[in-house]
């Protein structure tokens, strides 16, 4: 009874309410509250069957409807009681002693709030109070209305009758004598007391030794779900052996994995040796399975040993086996390196960040020496620097004309240094945005030689070369992408000169009205020098530094750091023709978010031919100032290789570039598909002639169910969750759709929802095609994020398989899955 005041519970045989007190005021609040006095043991993230149990064996008066004619009802309150076995619930008064039973067999489902068909609801009272029960009676489906006395007690009694029904499944379900003696072998073992209990500790450290993880707070609810005997009064806080049968059938046995079983199951117990070899072939769609291939899995997974011995896999091998890597959605080359290493840099997708320095927004959060560890933990392999004089003649690193923090170039370094292969052994990019004076040029220039040392791929341009070097050539060295001198000019006698300048931090531009935490004031002159007119943009003036050659442009460069530049030296884009034309192969340009996106529509078959040449960076555009990032599919779709993103700002971008980069054994680097790598190609991402040409895949998969869901962070009060899966796909714009498919919600249950929904799409060109699966809870107003998966399409296995959920920060979340099954078909284009 605790969350509920005397006002609320009207326990026993005393009501004195009318019928009319029977319209509780609408609250946000849908589920059970804690007493605020209860201590908080961390099982609030759910509503615990065993909680709504004892509320209902306490029994309560309820108001049962009687639907009379020309929809018109009549209400009678009376007393329900949930019998103390679980097996049923009474009410009474009726015309029988014990009162009338209903018991847990009869029922077929349970329905309340807004899982309530509209013609079920009775206006008069609230909807959140209201349950309706379908139960089998003489053959006849039968309906029995409720309302409760509060929004309480209709989740309580609608989340117990529903965990009842759940729980009847599996003590019902046909018995396996093999098993149930593993478990009696198993619960002997581990009482170690002999007294015929298991305590939380002895049943936690059970699951343990059969690999069966669960999170604590879910391991103790079930438990206690469990735990029937101190639900009656009797040994509270263990276990008999009947109850942990009970117990380990309800967090080991999936029914849709025990239908699964009995399609191929003759005895519909057990898989033999030739149906597990079947069911490999045919629904895992394994290639070339073999006895010897399908013994050994058995000999893995299956926990009983007189099945083992047999070659026979029961239902908790064959879950053990679906929840492995084996049955993984990811194909497990794809956690290898397993493609050609061996072609120039150009031919490759590069793992990319942005403004790597910062842990927040572009205006006033904080640069960080740990967000460059970050980002090379990752598999990054293209950090970027912005240089600017600093004191005490040491360059610093920060966005150039805001109020981010500064952290020592010579500090970074170390850092990069140290991390700079941790996550892969190709070649580190330290793309260079240089503001700093010469005498600040040559300290930075110090520093990258005396600490990199051998590590600074430094050694001089092969002019003999026609294209850029591979990656493999180039393992376990940091290359340094910047402005370069001519070869005449290094050669001067002078110890500086001039290139281009284009400075992209110049580009971040505020509109006129906004006011960033005082930046405007704090600027108050550089504002009065760019005052426009309302409504039109303006950028903030900008105070050249004293390295900038008189004529606007043009940056004054020092020889020591020009010379440490080589294979990626950066250059003013003109042309595409011009780039043909008059380019070096390691001559590479950079485009803002929306000059590559105008290119891209504009010419779009002439940019992918530029990439099979030549490397291009694209990175977010100037007005982006709280980190935000563009969706990289439009630059990959182009071939640009350096899509440059901000790390430092998950979500849905960062899900796709992750996802992405999931493939190749995360190493950075993934070798563009063939027609991205032909200097002769026609494709265009926006081309229907092309694409039309191309062979189509169709996908069907079937989004079966989900196992122990998280809670978002931002829905504490929530009780439980309401999960929903969405699914996208992100291509070339035909094969692009962020709302592909969104399944039905399914209603308090985040530990084990099931869905077994279909959907089916094509995909015209499935090398460049990603696909994301989402997680969300339903609410009122937003609904949250949970977790998701992203990958490319081609690494997705056949088959059942199950999906390891990812948090926003691209992060496992421990046991959470999502169980689908993915087919492939080609259809002739």
Same mark, same amino acid.
């Given at each position: 009874?605790?969350?509920?005041?005397?006002?609320?519970?009207?326990?026993?045989?005393?009501?004195?309410?009318?019928?009319?007190?029977?319209?509780?005021?609408?609250?946000?609040?849908?589920?059970?509250?804690?007493?605020?006095?209860?201590?908080?043991?961390?099982?609030?993230?759910?509503?615990?069957?065993?909680?709504?149990?004892?509320?209902?064996?306490?029994?309560?008066?309820?108001?049962?409807?009687?639907?009379?004619?020309?929809?018109?009802?009549?209400?009678?309150?009376?007393?329900?009681?949930?019998?103390?076995?679980?097996?049923?619930?009474?009410?009474?008064?009726?015309?029988?002693?014990?009162?009338?039973?209903?018991?847990?067999?009869?029922?077929?489902?349970? %329905?309340?709030?807004?899982?309530?068909?509209?013609?079920?609801?009775?206006?008069?009272?609230?909807?959140?109070?209201?349950?309706?029960? %379908?139960?089998?009676?003489?053959?006849?489906?039968?309906?029995?209305?409720?309302?409760?006395?509060?929004?309480?007690?209709?989740?309580?009694? *609608?989340?117990?009758?529903?965990?009842?029904?759940?729980?009847?499944?599996?003590?019902?379900?046909?018995?396996?004598?093999?098993?149930?003696?593993?478990?009696?072998?198993?619960?002997?073992?581990?009482?170690?007391?002999?007294?015929?209990?298991?305590? %939380?500790?002895?049943?936690?450290?059970?699951?343990?030794?059969?690999?069966?993880?669960?999170?604590?707070?879910?391991?103790?609810?079930?438990?206690?779900?469990?735990?029937?005997?101190?639900?009656?009064?009797?040994?509270?806080?263990?276990?008999?052996?009947?109850?942990?049968?009970?117990?380990?059938?309800?967090?080991?046995?999936?029914?849709?994995?025990?239908?699964?079983?009995?399609?191929?199951?003759?005895?519909?117990?057990?898989?033999?040796?030739?149906?597990?070899?079947?069911?490999?072939?045919?629904?895992?769609?394994?290639?070339?399975?073999?006895?010897?291939?399908?013994?050994?899995?058995?000999?893995?997974?299956?926990?009983?040993?007189?099945?083992?011995?047999?070659?026979?896999?029961?239902?908790?091998?064959?879950?053990?086996?679906?929840?492995?890597?084996?049955?993984?959605?990811?194909?497990?080359?794809?956690?290898?390196?397993?493609?050609?290493?061996?072609?120039?840099?150009?031919?490759?997708?590069?793992?990319?960040?942005?403004?790597?320095?910062?842990?927040?927004?572009?205006?006033?959060?904080?640069?960080?020496?740990?967000?460059?560890?970050?980002?090379?933990?990752?598999?990054?392999?293209?950090?970027?620097?912005?240089?600017?004089?600093?004191?005490?003649?040491?360059? =610093?690193?920060?966005?150039?004309?805001?109020?981010?923090?500064?952290?020592?170039?010579?500090?970074?370094?170390? #850092?990069?240094?140290?991390?700079?292969?941790?996550?892969?052994?190709?070649?580190?990019?330290?793309?260079?945005?240089?503001?700093?004076?010469?005498?600040?040029?040559?300290?930075?220039?110090?520093?990258?030689?005396?600490?990199?040392?051998?590590?600074?791929?430094?050694?001089?341009?092969?002019?003999?070369?026609?294209?850029?070097?591979?990656?493999?050539?180039?393992?376990?060295?940091?290359?340094?992408?910047?402005?370069?001198?001519?070869?005449?000019?290094?050669?001067?006698?002078?110890?500086?000169?001039?290139?281009?300048?284009?400075?992209?931090?110049?580009?971040?531009?505020?509109?006129?009205?906004?006011?960033?935490?005082? %930046?405007?004031?704090?600027?108050?002159?550089?504002?009065?020098?760019?005052?426009?007119?309302?409504?039109?943009?303006?950028?903030?003036?900008?105070?050249?530094?004293?390295?900038?050659?008189?004529?606007?442009?043009?940056?004054?460069? #020092?020889?020591?750091?020009?010379?440490?530049?080589?294979?990626?030296?950066?250059?003013?884009?003109?042309?595409?023709?011009?780039?043909?034309?008059?380019?070096?192969?390691?001559?590479?340009?950079?485009?803002?978010?929306?000059?590559?996106? *105008?290119?891209?529509?504009?010419?779009?078959?002439?940019? =992918?031919?530029?990439?099979?040449?030549?490397?291009?960076?694209?990175?977010?555009?100037?007005?982006?100032?709280?980190?935000?990032?563009?969706?990289?599919?439009?630059?990959?779709?182009?071939?640009?290789?350096? #899509?440059?993103?901000?790390?430092?700002?998950?979500?849905?971008?960062?899900?796709?570039?992750?996802?992405?980069?999931?493939?190749?054994?995360?190493?950075?680097?993934?070798?563009?598909?063939?027609?991205?790598?032909?200097?002769?190609?026609?494709?265009?991402?926006?081309?229907?002639?092309?694409?039309?040409?191309?062979?189509?895949?169709? =996908?069907?998969?079937?989004?079966?169910?989900?196992?122990?869901?998280?809670?978002?962070?931002?829905?504490?009060?929530?009780?439980?969750?309401?999960?929903?899966?969405?699914?996208?796909?992100?291509?070339?714009?035909?094969?692009?759709?962020?709302?592909?498919?969104?399944?039905?919600?399914?209603?308090?249950?985040?530990?084990?929802?099931?869905?077994?929904?279909?959907?089916?799409?094509?995909?015209?060109?499935?090398?460049?095609?990603?696909?994301?699966?989402?997680?969300?809870?339903?609410?009122?107003?937003?609904?949250?994020?949970?977790?998701?998966?992203? *990958?490319?399409?081609?690494c997705l296995n056949q088959g059942y398989r199950h999906i390891r959920l990812l948090s926003r920060q691209g992060t496992v979340v421990p046991n959470a899955t999502l169980f689908v099954r993915v087919t492939f078909d080609l259809t002739a284009g």
């Amino acid at each position: 009874m605790s969350g509920f005041n005397q006002r609320q519970v009207i326990m026993g045989n005393e009501f004195s309410c009318n019928e009319r007190n029977f319209l509780p005021t609408p609250t946000e609040n849908s589920t059970p509250t804690k007493n605020s006095e209860q201590e908080d043991d961390g099982t609030d993230d759910y509503l615990e069957a065993r909680d709504c149990w004892d509320f209902m064996c306490n029994g309560c008066k309820l108001i049962k409807i009687r639907r009379l004619k020309k929809q018109k009802h009549k209400g009678k309150k009376k007393y329900f009681i949930l019998d103390e076995d679980l097996l049923g619930f009474r009410y009474k008064p009726c015309n029988k002693p014990k009162g009338y039973k209903v018991s847990i067999n009869m029922i077929k489902d349970v %329905l309340s709030g807004s899982s309530l068909p509209p013609d079920d609801i009775i206006s008069k009272y609230h909807r959140d109070c209201q349950i309706v029960i %379908l139960y089998e009676k003489k053959n006849v489906l039968t309906k029995m209305h409720l309302v409760t006395f509060s929004i309480e007690a209709a989740s309580k009694w *609608a989340f117990g009758l529903q965990a009842m029904i759940k729980r009847k499944g599996l003590l019902l379900s046909k018995p396996d004598p093999l098993r149930d003696e593993w478990l009696k072998a198993a619960f002997q073992e581990f009482d170690a007391d002999g007294n015929g209990a298991l305590s %939380l500790t002895e049943v936690e450290n059970l699951l343990l030794s059969l690999n069966i993880d669960l999170e604590s707070k879910i391991l103790k609810m079930l438990f206690n779900e469990a735990n029937i005997q101190g639900i009656q009064g009797h040994k509270n806080g263990t276990l008999t052996k009947e109850e942990f049968a009970d117990f380990f059938k309800r967090i080991s046995t999936r029914e849709e994995i025990v239908i699964l079983l009995e399609r191929f199951a003759e005895n519909n117990t057990n898989l033999t040796l030739e149906e597990f070899k079947t069911f490999l072939s045919s629904k895992q769609l394994m290639q070339g399975v073999t006895n010897e291939m399908a013994r050994e899995i058995i000999d893995k997974f299956e926990p009983v040993k007189e099945c083992k011995e047999s070659a026979r896999l029961g239902i908790d091998g064959l879950t053990k086996f679906l929840l492995s890597d084996e049955g993984n959605i990811l194909i497990s080359k794809c956690k290898e390196v397993y493609h050609d290493m061996n072609q120039p840099l150009s031919h490759y997708f590069i793992a990319s960040s942005h403004n790597t320095y910062l842990l927040e927004d572009q205006l006033r959060g904080p640069s960080c020496v740990s967000a460059y560890v970050s980002a090379l933990k990752q598999g990054c392999r293209c950090v970027e620097l912005d240089c600017w004089d600093g004191e005490d003649n040491e360059p =610093v690193i920060y966005h150039g004309y805001t109020f981010t923090s500064k952290i020592l170039f010579k500090d970074v370094i170390a #850092a990069i240094k140290e991390h700079a292969f941790c996550s892969s052994p190709y070649p580190l990019i330290l793309s260079l945005e240089n503001h700093c004076s010469i005498d600040q040029q040559k300290v930075m220039a110090k520093h990258l030689v005396k600490i990199l040392g051998d590590l600074l791929f430094a050694e001089p341009i092969d002019e003999s070369l026609a294209s850029l070097p591979s990656p493999e050539s180039l393992k376990y060295k940091i290359l340094l992408k910047g402005k370069k001198l001519s070869m005449e000019k290094e050669k001067d006698d002078d110890d500086l000169g001039d290139v281009s300048d284009e400075d992209e931090a110049a580009e971040m531009v505020i509109q006129d009205g906004d006011d960033v935490d005082g %930046l405007k004031r704090d600027k108050q002159k550089e504002k009065e020098k760019s005052e426009r007119p309302n409504g039109v943009i303006r950028r903030i003036s900008v105070s050249r530094s004293l390295n900038r050659g008189s004529k606007y442009g043009n940056l004054k460069l #020092a020889k020591e750091l020009s010379r440490l530049v080589n294979y990626i030296s950066s250059v003013k884009f003109q042309s595409f023709e011009q780039a043909q034309a008059k380019n070096k192969f390691y001559q590479m340009s950079s485009f803002g978010e929306s000059k590559f996106i *105008a290119l891209g529509d504009s010419e779009g078959n002439s940019f =992918v031919k530029h990439n099979t040449k030549f490397l291009s960076r694209t990175y977010p555009g100037g007005i982006r100032v709280d980190s935000s990032n563009y969706n990289p599919q439009d630059a990959w779709n182009l071939g640009c290789q350096i #899509a440059a993103l901000n790390y430092q700002t998950d979500g849905q971008m960062m899900d796709l570039y992750r996802g992405k980069f999931t493939d190749n054994a995360n190493c950075g680097y993934l070798l563009k598909p063939c027609f991205m790598r032909d200097e002769s190609s026609k494709f265009d991402p926006r081309s229907d002639s092309w694409i039309d040409s191309q062979d189509e895949t169709r =996908v069907h998969i079937q989004i079966i169910s989900g196992q122990q869901l998280p809670k978002s962070n931002s829905s504490k009060q929530r009780k439980v969750i309401d999960p929903y899966v969405l699914v996208e796909t992100f291509g070339v714009p035909c094969d692009t759709n962020e709302k592909l498919y969104c399944t039905k919600t399914i209603h308090n249950n985040g530990f084990n929802p099931v869905w077994n929904e279909d959907l089916s799409f094509s995909v015209k060109v499935p090398e460049l095609a990603l696909i994301r699966f989402a997680v969300y809870d339903s609410d009122l107003g937003s609904d949250d994020f949970l977790a998701q998966f992203t *990958a490319p399409l081609s690494c997705l296995n056949q088959g059942y398989r199950h999906i390891r959920l990812l948090s926003r920060q691209g992060t496992v979340v421990p046991n959470a899955t999502l169980f689908v099954r993915v087919t492939f078909d080609l259809t002739a284009g």
